[in-house]
C-alpha cells in the first residue's frame, strides 16, 4: 500500500456541486498539505496542518476548506465547484523533526469542473 | 512568492550536464528539489539547509548559497531516467512554519 493515498484518482463534477478529496497516510507524520497544479504554474498550497488542532490557510485558499479528522486523513472540500479549480490535487505529508527528510507526495487527484 | 527557476525548459543528449536555477527575494532556511515524472506525483531528491551547503546523490548534486538565496542543481552526465520537471521548494528563514513554496518547474528533456 503507498505511504500516502488519495481519492478519488479521478474526478469529473459539475459547477455548483459540492466535493470532497481525501487523503491518508501510514507514515506517521503529523504534518500535512494540500496543493494544486496546473500547467506552467507548479504546485501552490491551499491548507496545512501541523496536527488535528492546527489548521492553516496557504496561498490560494478561497473556495477552499480542510478538515484534520485524524492524524492520518486530511480532507479537503470544494464548497460549490466552479471550472478554474479544475487542477491536479496533491496531499503530502513531512516530518520535520529529522530537519532531513522532504515531502511525501500522494499520486494525486484530477478534477475536472464542467 | 513563489521562487524564480531557469532555465523554464532544457533538452539534452544523453551524457551531458545541465544545471537548474532557483532564487528567491526572500531569506531561506532551507530550500528542497524536487523531480516529477508525466502523470507522477513530485519525488524528493534532496534538501540544503541554511548553511551554504552542497550535497549529491547519484550523478545529481546541488548548492545553496544562503547570502544570494539561491540553490543549483546539478545534472552531470545525464541519463534517460533523468527526464521530467524539477521543482526547487523553499522555506522562509524563521524556520518554525514548515511549508514550501514551489518554483514554477523546469522541464529536462534527456534524448538517445
Known amino acids: 500500500d503507498a505511504d500516502v493515498t488519495q481519492t478519488p484518482r479521478n474526478r469529473i463534477t459539475k459547477t455548483g456541486k459540492r466535493i470532497m478529496l481525501e487523503c491518508s497516510q501510514t507514515?506517521?507524520?503529523?504534518?500535512m498539505y494540500w496543493y494544486r497544479q496546473d500547467p506552467g504554474l507548479g504546485l501552490r498550497l491551499i491548507y496545512y496542518s501541523f496536527d488535528v488542532k492546527d489548521i492553516n490557510k496557504g496561498e490560494i485558499s478561497d473556495g477552499y476548506s480542510v478538515s484534520r479528522q485524524a492524524q492520518a486523513k486530511f480532507s479537503l472540500s470544494l464548497e460549490s465547484a466552479i471550472p478554474n479549480q479544475t487542477a491536479l490535487y496533491f496531499c503530502?505529508?513531512?516530518?520535520?523533526?529529522?530537519?532531513?527528510?522532504?515531502?511525501?507526495f500522494g499520486s494525486g487527484t484530477r478534477l475536472t469542473v464542467v | 512568492q513563489q521562487p524564480v527557476q531557469s532555465p523554464q525548459a532544457v533538452i539534452l543528449r544523453e551524457g551531458e550536464d545541465a544545471v537548474i536555477n532557483c532564487s528567491s527575494s526572500?531569506?531561506?532556511?532551507?530550500v528542497h528539489w524536487y523531480r516529477q515524472k508525466h502523470g507522477e506525483a513530485p519525488v524528493f531528491l534532496m534538501i540544503?539547509?541554511?548553511?551554504?551547503e552542497q550535497k549529491g546523490h547519484e550523478k545529481i548534486s546541488a548548492s545553496f548559497n544562503e547570502k544570494k538565496q539561491q540553490s543549483s542543481l546539478y545534472l552531470t552526465a545525464s541519463q534517460l531516467s533523468y527526464s521530467g520537471t524539477y521543482f526547487c521548494?523553499?522555506?522562509?528563514?524563521?524556520?518554525?512554519?514548515?511549508?514550501?513554496?514551489f518554483g514554477k518547474g523546469t522541464l529536462l528533456t534527456v534524448n538517445p
Open positions: 503530502a505529508t513531512s516530518d520535520y523533526g529529522t530537519g532531513k527528510a522532504g515531502y511525501t
Open positions: 540544503l539547509l541554511k548553511g551554504g
Open positions: 507514515k506517521g507524520h503529523d504534518r
Open positions: 521548494g523553499t522555506e522562509r528563514s524563521g524556520g518554525s512554519n514548515y511549508k514550501l513554496t
Open positions: 526572500k531569506a531561506l532556511y532551507s
